[in-house]
């Protein structure tokens, strides 16, 4: 029986779309708002999706307290209400897209010791959201 | 393959407890859950089924006759009801999110008669949801 759990956390958190690679112009086309010079936020939600065997003495797949403290000290606590831009060494040289910020929350999340993550889907807005898998294989970008 | 999703909801109470497990287990491992007089949900629960369609209805299947399945086998069964005490085939299993969603499953699963069952959804609160897939590869 293949069982997965998903765990829905809610962030908030600023962010600019600009590449240090690509002329003023060219930044202005791509990302055309995202772009504006000082930044602008959003109400992320994460869903967390782990999967493993359901322990016989809980009926669980994972302890949602353990997973719930996990999250919040690898993604919540770092992330809500920051700028992604300034505050995460992660985004100093990677621009903080929702593509890549679900790349690392995944990364992040990834070794959480009670469940296999399976996915993180990230929702930027209740109309855009982004899946991240890992890699096949099980490497990672 | 089209995949086809029904979604009903239904209330019902529950309370997590192991009695192989010491009270203070019981409390450290399932916190609030372990309250001794339980508590409930507002259960949202999305059934998909997948299959090709009739080309004489242009149906995957009769959506009534999901719904009355539905009806059947979880309203009447889990509805208003406490998971604990009155659904027989929960009896002895610890009725998380996970046992609720592997039951229902395997009551409907073999209920079917045209398309498979391919993903029972089963949220507890809005923020916590649990996805079967069978012994399947999922889709």
Same mark, same amino acid.
């Given at each position: 029986? $293949?069982?997965?759990? *998903?765990?829905?956390?809610?962030?908030?958190?600023?962010?600019?779309?600009?590449?240090? $690679?690509?002329?003023?112009?060219?930044?202005?086309?791509?990302? %055309?708002?995202?772009?504006?010079?000082?930044?602008?936020?959003?109400?992320?939600? !994460?869903?967390?999706?782990?999967?493993?065997?359901?322990?016989?003495?809980?009926?669980?797949? !994972?302890?949602?307290?353990?997973?719930?403290?996990?999250?919040?000290?690898?993604?919540?606590?770092?992330?809500?209400?920051?700028?992604?831009?300034?505050?995460?060494?992660?985004?100093?040289?990677?621009?903080? *897209? *929702?593509?890549?910020?679900?790349?690392?929350?995944?990364?992040?999340?990834?070794?959480?010791?009670? !469940? $296999?993550?399976?996915?993180?889907?990230?929702?930027?807005?209740?109309?855009?959201?982004?899946?991240?898998? %890992?890699?096949? %294989?099980?490497?990672? *970008? | 393959?089209?995949?086809? &999703?029904?979604?009903?909801?239904?209330?019902?109470?529950?309370?997590?407890?192991?009695?192989?497990?010491?009270?203070?287990?019981?409390?450290?491992?399932?916190?609030?859950?372990?309250?001794?007089?339980?508590?409930?949900?507002?259960?949202?629960?999305?059934? &998909?089924?997948?299959?090709?369609?009739?080309?004489? &209805?242009?149906?995957?299947?009769? +959506?009534?006759?999901?719904?009355? =399945?539905?009806?059947?086998?979880?309203?009447?069964?889990?509805?208003?009801?406490?998971?604990?005490?009155?659904?027989?085939? +929960?009896?002895?299993?610890?009725? &998380?999110?996970?046992?609720?969603?592997?039951?229902?499953?395997? =009551? =409907?699963?073999?209920?079917?008669?045209?398309?498979?069952?391919?993903?029972?959804?089963?949220?507890?609160?809005?923020? =916590?949801?649990?996805?079967?897939?069978?012994?399947?590869?999922?889709?």
């Amino acid at each position: 029986m $293949r069982l997965e759990l *998903t765990r829905r956390y809610a962030f908030a958190a600023s962010h600019r779309l600009h590449s240090p $690679r690509l002329s003023p112009a060219e930044n202005q086309r791509i990302y %055309g708002k995202c772009n504006n010079p000082y930044g602008h936020g959003h109400n992320y939600v !994460a869903e967390v999706t782990v999967t493993g065997p359901l322990d016989p003495a809980t009926g669980m797949i !994972a302890h949602l307290g353990e997973l719930d403290r996990f999250v919040a000290r690898q993604v919540l606590e770092p992330f809500d209400h920051r700028n992604l831009n300034e505050d995460l060494p992660a985004f100093r040289d990677r621009v903080p *897209t *929702t593509e890549n910020l679900c790349i690392e929350i995944f990364q992040r999340l990834q070794p959480f010791p009670g !469940a $296999r993550l399976v996915r993180i889907r990230l929702e930027e807005t209740g109309r855009n959201s982004f899946e991240y898998a %890992g890699e096949p %294989g099980g490497s990672q *970008t | 393959m089209v995949y086809l &999703t029904r979604k009903i909801e239904f209330s019902a109470a529950h309370r997590y407890h192991n009695p192989d497990f010491s009270a203070e287990e019981n409390r450290r491992i399932f916190g609030k859950c372990n309250y001794p007089n339980g508590h409930g949900h507002n259960y949202v629960l999305e059934v &998909t089924v997948g299959g090709e369609t009739d080309p004489a &209805t242009g149906m995957v299947l009769d +959506l009534q006759e999901l719904k009355d =399945l539905l009806d059947r086998e979880v309203m009447d069964r889990m509805d208003h009801r406490s998971l604990n005490h009155e659904v027989a085939e +929960l009896a002895g299993c610890i009725p &998380t999110c996970e046992n609720v969603a592997a039951v229902i499953w395997e =009551l =409907l699963a073999p209920k079917i008669r045209r398309g498979k069952l391919a993903r029972v959804r089963l949220w507890e609160s809005p923020d =916590l949801y649990v996805d079967c897939y069978g012994d399947g590869g999922g889709w």
